[in-house]
Each structure stands twice: as C-alpha cells, then as structure tokens.
C-alpha cells in the first residue's frame, strides 16, 4: 500500500539527514522512501487517477515543495 503524505514525511526528512553531500537528488528521496515502506516496484510506478505522474513521486515533490518553505522561512526570520 502507498503510503499517505503524513506517513513519508519522516522517510523523507531522514534521507535528508542521511545524506553525505549537500545536494539530495529527489529520486534517491524516492527509493528511500519506497524502501522504508517495502513498496514493490508495481507500486512505486502506480499513477495518480490523473495517470500524469506516480503518486509516490507526487507526494516526495509535495514533501520537498514544503521543506523549501519551511527553509525559507527560517532564513526570512533570521534576517
């Protein structure tokens, strides 16, 4: 089952964490994701109802959109 986007959250914010590098590729987000959830591959590619885009890259995009937000706000506070 795909998770929700409240349930990635925190897969998410540890590949941040875990990462060696300054810059995370969102992809890598993804499989980590994907991982920690023991997603099979027909579930990582399945489509949002628009068939557009997967729904576990739509909810890693929502999760990285949030976290810029959140970063910039910080930033915008310490000004």
């Excluded at 959250?9 to 969102?26: D, G, H, I, W, Y």
């Excluded at 023991?38 to 949030?66: F, M, V, Y």
């Amino acid at each position: 089952m795909i998770p929700n986007y409240q349930d990635c959250m925190r897969p998410f914010l540890l590949a941040l964490q875990q990462s060696t590098t300054n810059e995370v590729k969102l992809r890598d987000v993804i499989n980590n994701i994907a991982e920690h959830f023991d997603l099979t591959d027909a579930e990582r590619i399945e489509p949002l109802p628009s068939g557009k885009q997967p729904i576990l890259l739509k909810r890693a995009l929502s999760i990285a959109h949030a976290v810029r937000t959140l970063l910039l706000l910080i930033v915008a506070l310490l000004l």
